[in-house]
């Protein structure tokens, strides 16, 4: 029977557990109640001035005989459409679904329109109160089509500027796995380099999609940011659990039956059986130091994808807004500056010691490579500039994550003096030459 000291004990919890209930749904009450103030009498008093309309031209579309702007209502309220023009020629348009638009609503405006492929254009868009807004184009281009033609197509600049670089830059194994130590730390810290310059160049790309087709009210810059560190955050964490599991498989490839005979052996003159866990005890340690560079390379892999993802995307939206011709100039630069990313990717296992399989490379390699055909299809067939920054940014976080991976394991090596190992000569080397041959090699890519 429960005693009365412990049922007078949980009704206290019970009790205690509602009064801080209670306690945390005062703030939500007051703030409620503002909030309700400010948004009825408090409107009238608060609103001071007249509040600006705000239309966004978030992507225009040539098909056709017809041009079509993709627009959005990103002022503090509704607005409607009055016009639109092409080269200050007025035109009568269709605007679907509705020509008054709530608060971040989107809307299509379809104008009938015989475009010339090449020629500059801008569109304009009107509202009731005269206020204008617009969006020029550099080249007209017909928009691609949603077919197996058009997706063949896209598949095949993804293979040529994703795939086969990285593919090719996985042949560096061998050559890396001959290397001495010090010349070996080089081409490490070289990937260092490598994955940073990518980094920072998806935050660059995406900063300047937020500056030409983002709004003020979604906060292109801090969504960027924000992205950015939970993308590094969340992979952190799964870098670890990869590792630990990695680890947690190779405890578990030692037979428990062997080492249950030598824990019941009372006999310590019996070499035969000490040599044998002896001898599986150096492989499970061996196993666990080879976790480690295994599980970096699959990071580095898993980083690759999701920047050569957004990459991409830019692709395939550059096609779409008609502002790159794809020529081999451009299939040439890809080429040359994604083909060190494979050598980001083996860099790691070189020197692992483990055995290391074709099938395991390749992989790696299409995991890295494939997400550009992905980005390819999404960006020149439903391109975003929201999705845009958001898969740039998870790309930057991916790939800062593999650095921080890369310069912990680097700096372990040294237990003693971690610091020193990091600053040593050929790592300072290698991370310089890194972020040099990615600026050399971009300049190739068209802007």
């Known amino acids: 029977m429960e005693s009365d000291e412990n049922r007078i ?6 009790t205690s557990r509602k009064k801080m209930f209670i306690i945390a749904l005062i703030p939500l009450i007051v703030l409620s109640g503002m909030l309700v103030f400010l948004l009825g009498p408090g409107m009238s008093i608060l609103n001071a001035g007249i509040p600006l309309p705000k239309i966004t031209i978030e992507k225009i579309e040539f098909q056709n005989d017809k041009i079509v702007a993709f627009i959005r209502n990103t002022g503090p309220e509704g607005v409607e459409i009055a016009q639109a023009d092409i080269n200050d020629r007025m035109i009568p348009a269709a605007i679907e679904p509705s020509k008054t638009l709530s608060r971040l609503a989107e809307a299509k405006v379809i104008v009938p329109f015989s ?12 509202s009731s109160d005269g206020t204008r807004f617009s969006k020029s184009v550099e080249a007209a281009a017909l928009a691609p089509t949603p077919n197996v033609e058009q997706a063949s197509y896209f598949a095949l600049i993804g293979i040529y500027v994703g795939v086969i670089p990285v593919l090719i830059g996985l042949l560096w194994f061998p050559f890396i796995k001959r290397l001495g130590m010090n010349k070996y730390k080089f081409f490490l810290s070289l990937t260092a380099g490598l994955l940073v310059f990518l980094g920072i160049d998806a935050l660059v790309e995406s900063n300047a999609i937020v500056a030409e087709n983002i709004a003020g009210a979604f906060n292109g810059q801090v969504l960027i940011a924000m992205i950015t560190i939970i993308t590094f955050l969340v992979l952190l964490y799964a870098s670890e659990k990869l590792v630990e599991r990695a680890k947690k498989k190779s405890d578990d490839n030692i037979p428990r039956s062997k080492l249950v005979t030598y824990s019941s052996s009372s006999s310590p003159s019996s070499s035969s059986t000490t040599k044998i866990p002896q001898k599986q005890q150096q492989q499970q340690q061996q196993q666990q130091q080879l976790a480690k560079p295994f599980a970096i ?4 892999a898993i980083g690759i994808g999701l920047h050569n993802f957004g990459e991409g995307l830019a692709i395939g939206a550059a096609v779409l807004l008609g502002e ?6 451009l299939i040439v630069g890809f080429t040359l500056h994604n083909t060190t990313e494979g050598l980001a990717i083996v860099a790691p296992m070189a020197k692992s010691g483990g055995k290391v399989t074709i099938r395991k490379l390749i992989t790696m390699g299409l ?6 055909i992905v980005g390819a299809w999404i960006g020149g067939f439903l391109y975003s500039p929201i999705a845009a920054i958001i898969f740039l940014s998870i790309g930057a976080g991916a790939i800062f994550q593999v650095v921080f991976s890369i310069t912990s394991w680097m700096s372990s090596s040294n237990t003693s003096e971690p610091r020193k190992a990091l600053l040593s000569t050929p790592m300072i080397a290698g991370f310089t030459v890194g972020m040099v ?7 190739l890519i068209p802007s």
Do not use: D, Q
């Open 9 to 14: 004990n949980r009704n206290n919890s019970k």
């Open 115 to 126: 475009w010339i492929a090449g020629v500059p254009y801008e569109v304009g868009i009107t």
């Open 297 to 300: 390379a699959m990071m580095i």
């Open 324 to 329: 790159v011709a794809l020529s081999t100039f």
């Open 367 to 372: 995991i890295a490579g494939i997400p550009t």
């Open 437 to 443: 041959i990615m600026y050399v090699t971009s300049l």
